[in-house]
């Protein structure tokens, strides 16, 4: 960097020339905001592929018998679906977007710890995304055992599922990465004053996701390989035929993936816990419940995993220890609904679109939180395992969940990271769609489960046609309230009004710097005296 | 006919559902509580009506208050589904065991005489056990209407129970995910009355749900198909599924493939054998290898002979 460039304070970051020139400024660049937004674009085109899929299966689920595909296709369908959406979108989903781009300039930092650490990250996730998806390409064709790849199927088929766990092995590395250098980052660079109890909860919920992300991963990362050593050595761990246990894989496999439904759903709540009071105008209500329920979250939720298992034939004594601690996780998620309701009472609320999405996302999170109450619960559990029931909690809780606060954040982000505003009156429009073809969608689905539709069914009888029809019809609708959201903002990002630095009122430190931000964020770095939500 | 009410169908209905009704019913109370309380704020508070917002940081006491009602709650509905768990656990002593074998795709049910079948047949009011066996991959028996499900582990034993109050035909399922033609694994189970049943076990010799009185050679032969669910990916009339067809199986040869090498071969009695006790051995072009475990032990010499006079007869019509 020269002299010259670094006196340039106003330069936004965009703006901003470095060493390298058009693509390669991006895909080399160490800045924290530049490698969210690659993030953000390599997110948003998986995101789209997967949804596309997603459409597709749906279709396919309109009537009985063979629609549009066969049962083959189906299968790889729905596999693909999974695969890219966990570990391709949400996993990585808001940390990686929002938490690059914003954790820094929360805390009052130039950029994470380790910026190069930072861009080996995504570059680590695109490796990992290209393996994942190279059985595209390869005879055998991807592979059909859904995301889950549970032993011994995945070993007797004759698709190609390796690509796709070595994808998953490598893209594990990008998450561990990336919770590394978000724990040290909050650990070693919030700006003087902030101390523990002064820092906004968004980055609050990435130092637990961080957390989760550096112990839970691995386990991932050495069942993968135990995979690999099966299917290439033959060495006996879980396919029965050679000596090994099926149930050994589940465990395995559900104690990194349980966690990782925490690595998703924490920043979500973060970002939801910033949007709410800056549209209420209010102090959070009851930050230090909100924070202490984080924390609980991130340590109870590694010890829940069992519940995924309910039915597989684990001992008694280990059914009702994962029950009753799967109740005990459910706590701090009311403690925490009921926190951001409280925070709108006596407020005065600026009804935006950030705003709507964090509403609606209270409404559907609850949907999705309550529904686990009965999958929880040992004797309903047996009935509702691997039904429709299942498929419907979990997407209201991680595209529900998930899906809702990353579109309140983008939103609620945007005229930052773009620097223009959105068309305020479209967006609300896409979210009404988007809403409502949402519980069209997945509502029944509730109702299938419960009637005895089992999960990844490419046909089912003839009782089961009604609720289906109304979910495929959901689909289309929050499709074309997708296409809406996402045709606004990217014309927004180019033709939009330009904003100002604090468009919504907010009070945390993002809002004092540039709109879009400067290379180093602050031109001097600030000192922290009052909270994070004072609006007094 | 599928029974449309589940109303006793087992033991199991009145307390899952039981259990359904409280946990949906606090559920449903908390969901449309909080939205209704939400959407009042949301109204009542919105900046054109309340321009100013009072300050406010907290308040201990209702932070305990909403820590300690979610924890009665779940803990009363833990209690609850655990009670209720339990006792489809205990297995009673003088349950009848029936065996209950899955494979890709379909179940097979073996009762104490020998007798096999494809369709579960169980007496009302008898207390039923079935053994849970997995031949392959992971499957798992769902019964809807009875509110059981237990997953079937290749190499591990499982058992679930359960007492029919309602005669009448209910599905049976597989729920854990298992392959190409996962969602056509599925059966019957049929409750029939005391006598009824006592009837059906002692005449059935050999596999066949309707019409067995007058059991011709050609019927015993699609009789062996049933028992084995060879039907689960063989079809009778050239439809493709995972595995050929047994169309025009004796009149015409098949290309089949062996270590890469391919070669036609006609259907002789030496090749069905080999095909059903070893069926890895050589695959008809066109299909996968792997998918079809062996019957050895299982189908018998005068199975065999019974299944080529059905071929037989699917050739001369």
Request: proline share 7%; aromatic share 14%.
């Given at each position: 960097m020269s002299q010259q460039e670094s006196t340039?304070?106003?330069?936004s970051f965009r703006d901003y020339k470095g060493r390298y020139k058009g693509l390669f400024a991006w895909i080399f660049s160490t800045d924290h905001k530049r490698i969210g937004l690659l993030y953000l674009y390599s997110i948003i085109t998986f995101f789209i592929t997967g949804v596309l899929l997603g459409i597709a299966m749906k279709l396919e689920l309109i009537?009985?018998?063979?629609?549009?595909?066969d049962p083959a296709t189906y299968n790889a369908v729905f596999t693909l679906h999974g695969v890219i959406m966990i570990f391709?979108?949400?996993?990585?989903g808001l940390p990686a977007v929002f938490g690059n781009f914003f954790l820094p300039i929360m805390i009052g930092a130039?950029?994470?710890?380790?910026p190069r650490l930072n861009l080996l990250s995504w570059w680590v996730y695109v490796l990992g995304a290209l393996v994942a998806l190279s059985s595209l390409f390869?005879?055998?064709?991807?592979?059909?055992?859904?995301?889950?790849?549970?032993a011994p199927y995945s070993f007797k088929?004759?698709?190609?599922?390796l690509p796709a766990v070595l994808g998953a092995f490598i893209l594990g590395f990008s998450s561990i990465l990336t919770g590394i250098n978000f724990v040290v980052t909050i650990h070693r660079l919030r700006?003087?004053?902030?101390?523990w109890l002064k820092m906004p909860l968004f980055p609050w919920t990435l130092y637990g996701t961080g957390w989760i992300q550096i112990l839970a991963t691995p386990i991932v990362g050495i069942t993968l390989l135990m995979i690999v050593g099966e299917r290439l050595?033959?060495?006996?761990?879980?396919?029965p035929a050679l000596g090994g246990d099926p149930i050994l894989y589940q465990h395995l496999f559900w104690i990194y993936s349980h966690p990782a439904v925490y690595i998703m759903i924490l920043p979500a709540m973060g970002a939801i816990s910033e949007i709410i009071p800056t549209f209420a105008n209010k102090s959070i209500f009851g930050y230090k419940a909100v924070v202490i329920s984080t924390l609980a979250i991130a340590f109870v939720g590694?010890?829940?995993?069992g519940h995924h298992m309910?039915?597989?034939?684990?001992s008694g004594t280990a059914l009702y220890t994962f029950s009753l601690l799967t109740m005990l996780v459910a706590i701090p998620s009311a403690i925490k609904v009921f926190n951001w309701v409280s925070t709108m009472h006596k407020a005065s609320i600026q009804l935006e679109p950030p705003f709507f999405w964090a509403a609606s996302f209270l409404f559907v999170f609850m949907i999705g939180g309550l529904s686990g109450i009965a999958l929880g619960v040992l004797t309903t559990n047996v009935h509702l395992?691997?039904?429709a029931f299942v498929v419907a909690h979990f997407h209201f809780i991680v595209f529900g969940g998930v899906g809702f606060a990353f579109m309140g954040a983008i939103h609620y982000w945007f005229p930052k990271i773009w620097g223009r505003m959105y068309n305020t009156k479209i967006a609300t429009t896409g979210w009404m769609m988007f809403f409502i073809g949402f519980c069209i969608l997945y509502l029944p689905m509730f109702l299938l489960g419960i009637q005895g539709m089992p999960r990844r069914y490419y046909d089912y009888v003839d009782r089961f046609h009604g609720p289906n029809i109304i979910s495929t019809m959901g689909s289309w609708v929050l499709f074309v309230g997708l296409a809406v959201i996402i045709i606004n903002l990217i014309r927004s990002a180019k033709k939009g009004e330009i904003a100002t630095k604090d468009p919504w009122g907010g009070?945390?430190?993002?809002?004092?710097?540039d709109s879009p931000p400067t290379?180093?964020?602050?031109?001097e770095i600030p000192v922290v005296e009052k909270g994070p939500y004072d609006y007094r | 006919m599928i029974e449309e009410t589940t109303k006793n169908?087992?033991?199991?209905v009145d307390q899952v559902d039981g259990a359904f009704v409280f946990i949906f019913g606090i559920s449903l109370f908390f969901l449309f509580a909080i939205t209704i309380v939400m959407v009042y704020y949301i109204i009542r508070y919105r900046k054109s009506r309340n321009p100013e917002a009072t300050h406010i940081e907290g308040n201990n006491t209702l932070e305990v208050v909403w820590t300690v009602i979610p924890t009665i709650l779940v803990l009363l509905m833990f209690y609850y589904g655990w009670s209720g768990w339990k006792m489809q656990k205990d297995?009673?002593?003088?349950a009848m065991p029936i065996k209950s074998i899955a494979r890709m795709w379909s179940f097979s049910f073996q009762y104490e005489n020998g007798l096999v079948t494809d369709t579960l047949f169980v007496p009302i009011d008898k207390a039923i056990s079935l053994d849970l066996i997995a031949q392959d991959v992971l499957h798992s028996m769902y019964i809807p209407a009875f509110r059981v499900k237990q997953d079937m582990v290749p190499g591990k034993d499982a058992n679930i129970w359960f007492e029919s109050g309602k005669i009448g035909e209910y599905e049976i399922f597989c729920a854990e995910y298992c392959g190409l033609r996962h969602s056509y694994m599925k059966s019957v189970v049929k409750v029939l009355p005391q006598d009824e049943f006592e009837a059906w076990y002692k005449l059935n010799?050999?596999?066949?749900?309707?019409?067995?009185?007058?059991?011709?050679k050609r019927l015993a032969g699609k009789g062996v198909l049933r028992k084995y669910g060879c039907n689960a990916c063989h079809t009778a009339d050239g439809t493709k599924l995972v595995g050929p067809s047994y169309r025009n199986i004796l009149s015409n040869k098949r290309t089949v493939v062996k270590d890469g090498q391919e070669y036609e071969v006609e259907a002789d009695i030496e090749y069905i054998r080999r095909s059903i006790y070893?069926?890895?051995y050589e695959i008809v072009k066109g299909y996968d290898k792997g998918l079809m475990l062996s019957y050895k032990d299982q189908v018998t010499e005068e199975e065999l002979q019974q299944l080529m006079e059905y071929f037989q007869s699917l050739s001369e019509n």
């Open positions: 340039q304070t106003h330069v009537s009985p018998g063979k629609t549009v595909m391709l979108v949400v996993v990585p130039k950029d994470v710890a380790f390869m005879a055998g064709g991807p592979p059909d055992t859904g995301w889950t790849f549970y088929t004759n698709t190609n599922m700006a003087p004053g902030m101390n050595f033959n060495i006996g761990f879980f396919d590694y010890f829940v995993w309910f039915t597989s034939g684990m395992h691997d039904t009070k945390t430190l993002e809002w004092t710097v290379l180093e964020n602050f031109e | 169908a087992s033991n199991f297995v009673p002593d003088d010799s050999v596999a066949m749900d309707t019409g067995n009185e007058e059991v011709n070893d069926p890895n």
